[in-house]
T-cell receptor
Framework: GESVGLHLPTLSVQEGDNSIINCAYS??????FIWYKQESGKGPQFIIDIRSNMDKRQGQRVTVLLNKTVKHLSLQIAATQPGDSAVYFCAENTGDSWGKLQFGAGTQVVVTP | DGGITQSPKYLFRKEGQNVTLSCEQNLNHDAMYWYRQDPGQGLRLIYYSQIVNDFQKGDIAEGYSVSREKKESFPLTVTSAQKNPTAFYLC????????????FGNGTRLTVT
């Protein structure tokens, strides 16, 4: 079936630089997208979300971009800090039932000093 | 403070035994979900419940059962019919009225030998 996927399994970034995590989705019916951060041994933590009627949304140090034309989602983290080291998941709500999320495999972000 | 509590954090069982994982939330959310996570992979939906006394199968429901007798509680039973039960199990809840993102607990790591 259609699913969410990620281009890069591991991203190394220097402290202070900006990070960009990419995600491709294939279900054109998806109407809601979420980025989660997961630290080792913990549950996913909500970072930011975006609905399909938007193409950009900003939070504190994070920006999500949605390109529906090419079915692409990205998460930008500004001034990456050691505490940003984690696995980042994108998830999509395909629309058939609210809350039923499809997750990508995740990207491991490693912040180096 | 409000949140989702999963217990226990670690659980060990012998093959052939059923085991029940606990999930309690005090967020007053109507909807609750169970996801499974295997090493290096994203989350996959096992079961979900959008209202008390009602639940639906997710993508990988075989070998699992749930109940939703109370709004706050959504226990998951991993039965002996589940072929590969060793995994990290995550419970989540959400408020459909506000289309809010799912909140996750910190998971239960189940090991079956």
């Amino acid at each position: 079936g259609e699913s969410v996927g990620l281009h890069l399994p591991t991203l190394s970034v220097q402290e202070g630089d900006n990070s960009i995590i990419n995600c491709a989705y294939s279900n054109s019916a998806s109407d809601y997208f979420i980025w989660y951060k997961q630290e080792s041994g913990k549950g996913p933590q909500f970072i930011i979300d975006i609905r399909s009627n938007m193409d950009k949304r900003q939070g504190q140090r994070v920006t999500v971009l949605l390109n529906k034309t090419v079915k692409h989602l990205s998460l930008q983290i500004a001034a990456t800090q050691p505490g940003d080291s984690a696995v980042y998941f994108c998830a999509e709500n395909t629309g058939d039932s609210w809350g039923k999320l499809q997750f990508g495999a995740g990207t491991q972000v490693v912040v180096t000093p | 403070d409000g949140g989702i509590t999963q217990s226990p954090k670690y659980l060990f069982r012998k093959e052939g035994q059923n085991v029940t994982l606990s999930c309690e939330q005090n967020l007053n959310h109507d909807a609750m979900y169970w996801y499974r996570q295997d090493p290096g992979q994203g989350l996959r939906l096992i079961y979900y419940s959008q209202i008390v006394n009602d639940f639906q199968k997710g993508d990988i429901a075989e070998g699992y059962s749930v109940s939703r007798e109370k709004k706050e509680s959504f226990p998951l039973t991993v039965t002996s019919a589940q072929k590969n039960p060793t995994a990290f199990y995550l419970c989540a809840s959400g408020d459909r009225r506000y289309n809010s993102p799912l909140h996750f607990g910190n998971g239960t790591r189940l090991t079956v030998t």
